[in-house]
């Protein structure tokens, strides 16, 4: 959050303003937002009496020199807050479905509501089996080989690997200070994209050539964007490094060769 955009954010609010999401770790910039910045949207929220949903799915994905703060914690805020979380995110088992959130009374019973009159119920055995893992981990965060601990230091070696990669072949990735995504800014290589579709954005022409002739797949993030924003973002797309290393090794080969062309 840079020093003008505090004002900027508060523009954003007024009397109408019911709810605000916040992101963090962030989803696909890899953004932890530090106490500072949380307290700036913690004392908004406070001032417009506005209920904060905090998606934090990659809370445990945060890597050296980054710490994940939950905004509930901070004052006036756990009454105004409802903390999402995933189990697909926290261990690698997307195909679950399975999540939780965290929040008061008066706010969860309404979610209740939801639940019980849209998806009904969850699979049971799922849920017994991730409240084990959790109950198994938690009690050894102090032991370098918990989950907790030991996915970070591998993903993060995973990321350090990709940037070099990314780079070494022109492309100006953002290194993400959480999660398991990067994005990267693909302006410099000007590829022949005159085979695609001419009314799609540039990003995902980009990534349907790049995985058409460099066998590589990333996702557009003007995906992410809304209409307004679209055109901001449609030189970036995001690559997943959460993969095996053989994986990435066959990625890395394919960079090497992409250089050799392009040199």
């Not at 959050?1 to 916040?22: C, G, H, R, V, Y």
């Not at 639940?115 to 032991?143: G, H, V």
């Not at 690997?161 to 995504?181: A, H, N, Q, T």
């Amino acid at each position: 959050m840079e020093k003008d955009d505090p004002q900027e954010l508060e523009s954003k609010f007024n009397s109408k303003t019911k709810a605000i999401i916040l992101n963090t770790p962030h989803n696909p910039l890899g953004k932890v937002y530090n106490k500072e910045e949380l307290q700036v949207i913690s004392d908004l929220c406070i001032k417009y009496d506005t209920l904060c949903i905090s998606d934090e799915v990659y809370e445990w994905l945060v890597y050296s020199g980054n710490k994940h703060l939950k905004i509930a914690t901070f004052p006036g805020m756990w009454e105004r807050t409802i903390t999402i979380g995933s189990a697909g995110k926290t261990f690698s088992v997307t195909g679950w479905k399975l999540g939780w959130s965290i929040g008061p009374n008066h706010l969860i019973k309404h979610l209740q509501t939801v639940q019980q009159n849209t998806i009904y119920t969850c699979a049971t055995p799922l849920q017994e089996a991730l409240a084990q893992a959790f109950w198994i981990d938690i009690k050894r965060m102090d032991d370098p080989e918990c989950y907790f601990n030991s996915l970070p230091k591998e993903l993060e070696v995973k990321r350090d690997r990709m940037v070099r990669l990314l780079e070494s072949v022109g492309l100006k990735p953002i290194v993400p200070d959480g999660g398991y995504f990067i994005i990267a800014d693909v302006s410099l290589l000007d590829p022949d994209l005159s085979d695609m579709k001419n009314n799609e954005p540039y990003d995902y022409k980009f990534v349907k050539w790049m995985t058409k002739h460099k066998k590589l797949s990333a996702i557009p993030v003007s995906a992410f964007c809304n209409s307004e924003t679209k055109s901001q973002f449609e030189k970036f797309v995001r690559f997943c490094f959460i993969k095996k290393d053989s994986t990435l090794d066959a990625a890395e080969e394919i960079i090497k060769a992409w250089r050799v062309q392009k040199s």
